[in-house]
Nanobody, 119 residues
C-alpha cells in the first residue's frame, strides 16, 4: 500500500527554521516526481516545491527560503524551511506525482504536518 508519513512540523517564531520529512513506503520515490503542498485555513492549496531526479522547483512565495531534497536510500523526501514567516503557517502535505508548473497536487498525499509560525 502506498503510504506517505510527514513529520517535523511544529511551532516556531518568525525567522526560525524547521525541517520536514516525508517517509514513503509501497513505492520508490526515485520513480516519481515528489514534493510538498500546503493548505492554510482561508487559502487555496498551494504547491510549495517539487523534486524530480536532481531538478527542483519552488513557488515564488518560498523561493530562496526553502530547500527540497531527498534520500533515495531512505526513500525519504525533505523540506528545509528557513526564514519562516507567519504566512507560511499551514498544514504541509507530502505528495507523489506533484507538479508545481501545472499546479497539480499529485495522486497520493500524506496526512500532513502542522507548521505554525508566530509573529
Amino acid at each position: 500500500e502506498v503510504q506517505l508519513v510527514e513529520s517535523g512540523g511544529g511551532l516556531v517564531q518568525a525567522g526560525g527554521s524547521l525541517k520536514l520529512s516525508c517517509a514513503a513506503s509501497g513505492f520508490t520515490i526515485d520513480d516519481y516526481p515528489m514534493g510538498w503542498f500546503r493548505q492554510a485555513p482561508g487559502k487555496e492549496r498551494e504547491v510549495v516545491s517539487c523534486i524530480n531526479a536532481g531538478d527542483t522547483h519552488y513557488a515564488d512565495s518560498v523561493k530562496g527560503r526553502f530547500t527540497i531534497s531527498k534520500d533515495n536510500a531512505k526513500n525519504t523526501v525533505y523540506l528545509q524551511m528557513n526564514s519562516l514567516k507567519p504566512e507560511d503557517t499551514a498544514i504541509y502535505y507530502c505528495a507523489r506525482k506533484i507538479d508545481l508548473r501545472l499546479n497539480w497536487l499529485g495522486d497520493y498525499w500524506g496526512q500532513g504536518t502542522q507548521v505554525t509560525v508566530s509573529s
